[in-house]
Antibody, heavy 121, light 108 residues
Framework: EVQLVQSGAEVKKPGESLKISCENS????????IAWVRQRPGKGLELMGL????????RYSPSFQGQVTISVDKSLNIAYLRWSSLKASDTAMYYC??????????????WGRGTLVTVSS | SYELTQPPSVSVSPGQTARITCSGD??????AYWYQQKSGQAPGLVIY???KRPSGIPERFSGSSSGTMATLTISGAQVEDEADYYC???????????FGGGTKLTVL
């Protein structure tokens, strides 16, 4: 059974660093892209970026380039999302999702339950 | 920058047909995907490649695309279909995809 298990909720202060995780099981981790998706309170979904664990090829959406770092640990089947200096505007739910290629494109076929990050002084 | 535009809200009575649109300049050449997000839950796929339904998705969900507009249709909407619906696609350059702004479907 495919599972994406995300780390627990975090409460941080502005300027602090943070790394959240997404542990993958039930499939070959190195053969599927993993996405991170942000959802601010009461707002829509935003694709932050993708990483291919097989070779750590990473792509960022323009709005998130330079703002976060996506990485993986292949030995642990874990994907990470890291901030070096949090802002209040980073307060959001963060989802990881597996990207499965289809005949004509790709779908996010499995999702984690989300990690709620609250940044407040 | 590329955008996918959805109406903020759609409201229907139970049993009626709900149609949610998604407009984007690259949709004539790129597939649309639709995700459903119920309150407090992670999103889930309901339609892929414009009109294909994943296993387990009720037949009342269908998709179509014509020109710059993709449409998610729920025929005979039920109360349990109340959710936010997001379209997803890519721009004509094949860059990273993006989600539309989302449509809140109310069934009551």
């Amino acid at each position: 059974e495919v599972q994406l298990v995300q780390s627990g909720a975090e409460v941080k202060k502005p300027g602090e660093s943070l790394k959240i995780s997404c542990e993958n099981s039930g499939y070959t981790f190195t053969t599927y892209w993993i996405a991170w998706v942000r959802q601010r309170p009461g707002k829509g979904l935003e694709l932050m970026g993708l990483i291919f664990p097989g070779d750590s090829d990473t792509r960022y959406s323009p709005s998130f380039q330079g703002q976060v770092t996506i990485s993986v640990d292949k030995s642990l089947n874990i994907a990470y999302l890291r901030w070096s200096s949090l802002k209040a505007s980073d307060t959001a739910m963060y989802y990881c999702a597996r990207l499965k290629e289809t005949a004509g494109g790709a779908v996010f076929d499995f999702w984690g339950r989300g990690t709620l990050v609250t940044v407040s002084s | 920058s590329y955008e996918l535009t959805q109406p903020p809200s759609v409201s229907v009575s139970p049993g009626q047909t709900a149609r949610i649109t998604c407009s984007g300049d690259a949709l004539p050449k790129k597939y649309a995907y639709w995700y459903q997000q119920k309150s407090g839950q992670a999103p889930g796929l309901v339609i892929y490649e414009d009109n294909k339904r994943p296993s387990g998705i009720p037949e009342r969900f269908s998709g179509s695309s014509s020109g710059t507009m993709a449409t998610l249709t729920i025929s005979g909407a039920q109360v349990e279909d109340e959710a936010d619906y997001y379209c997803y696609s890519t721009d004509s350059s094949g860059n990273l995809g993006l989600f539309g702004g989302g449509t809140k479907l109310t069934v009551l």
